[in-house]
């Protein structure tokens, strides 16, 4: 093993976005930083975030209202947000030449909408404030006295620090190298892990019929969760199908309480195409569709009700005697059913996908065990946690990138 002759000031161990503020932080407020990068390259995760757009933030600028959205770590929060805010997010991307927009549902992207153009940004910042870079060098060991870490060993070489920052990724998209190593490292200095579950994940659903329109979105629809036929929740918004089940952000958001009850028992869905509706508005609106079209098929009357592939799946599922039936020979049974599917499309739910698909995943240090105020651990005193090594659940929705602003912000001026 050799030893690096450079003593650095603080070793920030992770690439992604997380580390990278941290260490170009650090290196701005005139430390000597060394960041280590496993990957090639750094940032591999934010290149592909948000479908390749990068939802930066979310445009909350009450904190309160902003950390209402982290569940149980909202408490813990508070001293590290009043540090760095969502409008000093704002303020750092339009000083590091990246104007911000805001679109729907307050999501925040690069006015580019590129998120290589955030990578860019980011790998820029930890260049300009003299970080020292070492790419494709996975961390092998780290080495401890007592409650103070002493070194990190590589492959081939052992680099000593005052402080250290872990900021390596948790478990989801491990093609872009989370694997969890940040975990055991830290398991090993003392510190308490969660396990992690693919929170924000799309949803496997087995219909045979999902397939056949997979790539079909539904805008302002309403689903309903049920568990062994009892109600567990519902939601509204966009519903996307996919050719293993349901994704768009309705569905990643709604993955965790649908984990929930996949543990209780069996789980189905509902979907309600005419939310706004009542049955009875809409079967006079059936009927006056049905008048106008007496002598058409009844797959080619959907149409004009329903997006074509939609359409077709509801006109299969109607089981009419006659596939060819006209709306002139519908039965009044027949058109009770229909009117059914329209509102409790019904959908049977067989899982989640794995981490390899998920947004994002929980799991990680507890909070009670880091000083907020600072990211500072409570173990090891010279030891920085923060980003996706955190045991924070949130929303998809820019709020795990905020998250990585802010974590990696605090520490590297607190280091």
Known sequence: MKYNSEYYDVIVIGGGPAGMMAAGTAGKNGKKVLLIEKNTDLGEKLKITGGGRCNITNYELDNRKLLSNYGESEKFLYSTFSQFSVKDTFTFFE??????????????????????????????????NNVKVIHG??????????????????????????????????LSAPETGSTGDGFKWVEKLGHTVHKSNPDIVPIRADDYWIKKISGTTLSFMKITFFCNEKKGFSEKGKILFTHFGLSAPLILNSAKKVRKLLDKGRVTAEIDLFPDTNLGSLDKRLLKLFNNSKNKNIKNALYGLLPKKIAEVIHDLIKLDNKNKKVNSITIEERKNLLNLLKHLPINISGLMGMDRAVIADGGVPLSEINTKTMQSKIIKNLYIIGDMLHVNR???????QLCWTTGYVSGKNV
């Open 137 to 170: 060098s996975p961390i092998y060991k780290i080495n401890n006295r007592g409650n103070e870490i002493t070194s990190i060993d590589t492959k081939d070489i052992r680099y000593s620090a005052k402080k250290y920052i872990i900021a390596v990724g948790g």
């Open 395 to 401: 929303p998809s929705g820019g709020y795990s990138l």
């Open 95 to 128: 000083k590091n030449k990246l104007p911000l927009v805001t679109q729907s549902r307050n999501r925040v992207f690069p006015k580019t909408e590129k998120a290589y153009d955030v990578y860019l940004c980011m790998k820029n910042f930890v260049k300009k």
